[in-house]
């Protein structure tokens, strides 16, 4: 009688280094979804979190009849991690909530509310150069005309014709914008751009043009 031996099945070398490559690229991925998960849930409670300090204020507001001058970390019930910092100015009050690793989201009573710290200037350009913060800092349009957003609504921006058209923003005291440290954003749709061209421009007569 023959006899004939088992054989042993298994995997290769690149086999199994194939296996190991697919598993490395599945953790890679689950892990930036994960991330990506995550900081979209503290960006929802920061601003959950103003919201919610901004409709403590307005409770402030209910009990003296105005808004309070100042706040102390009583008075606002956040979650934890997450600070305040609040301004009132005249009749308005602007209050941001800040997280070291999420950054920070603010809310005025102006109805102004967005990304980033309480802004000392907040320019809709929709129609006109009002300041919707709570410092306005109120412009002067001078030749520039209503025109449809990004979002295709009427009226809602601005045109300009890079050359005579502009804002003209008072002067903001450097205690108020916080020198040396400095933002400036701004949603623009360039018809076409020159060397000497500006969006905003401190130094010359015309701020933004």
């Given amino acids: 009688m023959k006899r004939h031996g ?9 086999e199994l280094l194939i296996v190991i490559v697919v598993i490395a690229i599945l953790a890679a991925i ?15 409670v920061l601003v959950h979190d103003a919201s919610s300090a901004g409709a403590q204020v307005e409770v402030l507001k209910a009990d003296t009849g105005t808004y309070p001058a100042s706040l102390v970390s009583s008075d606002i019930k956040l979650s934890p991690g997450n600070t305040f910092r609040y301004k009132k100015v005249n009749q308005d009050y602007c209050i941001s909530v800040d997280n070291t690793q999420t950054g920070s989201y603010f809310m005025s009573s102006t109805g102004v509310r967005g990304v980033g710290p309480c802004p000392i200037a907040y320019y809709k350009l929709d129609g006109d150069a009002k300041d919707n913060s709570i410092y306005l800092n109120d412009g002067t349009n001078v030749a520039a005309t209503s025109t449809t957003d990004k979002n295709g609504k009427s009226n809602a921006a601005l045109a300009f014709n890079g050359t005579t058209s502009h804002i003209d923003i008072p002067y903001i005291s450097a205690q ?18 020159t060397n000497t061209a500006a969006i905003v421009n401190r130094n010359a007569p015309y701020l933004l043009w």
């Fill in 30 to 44: 689950t892990i930036v979804a994960y991330n990506g998960v995550q900081k979209r849930a503290q960006a929802s």
């Fill in 6 to 14: 088992q054989r042993t099945s298994g995997f290769t070398i690149v």
């Fill in 176 to 193: 108020n914008i916080g020198q040396p440290q400095l933002t400036i954003s701004a949603w623009v749709k360039p018809v076409s751009f």
